[in-house]
């Protein structure tokens, strides 16, 4: 019994030593692991000067879809029909400005309609220019 005991004490000790020495591989292993997980530390937040690129359009990030920038800067006042704006869906409204072109309406939508209510970007300044358009595409999609 008691050599039993004792050797399951070694077998725990063998354990533990080897537990130890795998303590001590993953201290050489550190630097090598820092290096590793480094970008993470040193990502960025979006618009910070120090991720590099445009401001607003943050390298890597993923752009919004027309849909999402659509609901959350178009919405308001193109499913409303606030200050006269031509409301999703209504194909009549739109027919004349589709004619125009999408060149015409991206335009629009990015640097808005001067004396209306269509401001530039909808006011979604953080919305980069591929955005607005994809947001463009999304309305006139629904639209025709
Ligand atoms: C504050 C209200 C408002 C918001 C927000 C708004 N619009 Fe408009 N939009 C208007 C109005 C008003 C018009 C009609 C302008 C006119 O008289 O031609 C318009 C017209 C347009 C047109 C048609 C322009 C043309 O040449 O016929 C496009 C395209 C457009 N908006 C895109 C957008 C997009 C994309 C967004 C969101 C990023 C957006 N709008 C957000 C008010 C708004």
Redesign the pocket.
Known sequence: MIRKVSALVAIAAALLAASVYALDLTDAQRADIEARIKPVGESCLQGDASCGGPAGAVAGAVARSGED??NA??M???ATG?????LVGDTAAWGD?IA?GMD??YV??IEG?PG????A????MS?SDEE?KA??DH?VENSQ
């Open positions: 920038v659509y800067a178009c308001a006042c193109h606030a200050g006269g704006a031509p400005r125009q015409v309406l629009a939508g309609v209306t209510g269509m401001i970007k909808g006011g979604c919305c607005i947001a463009v309305m």
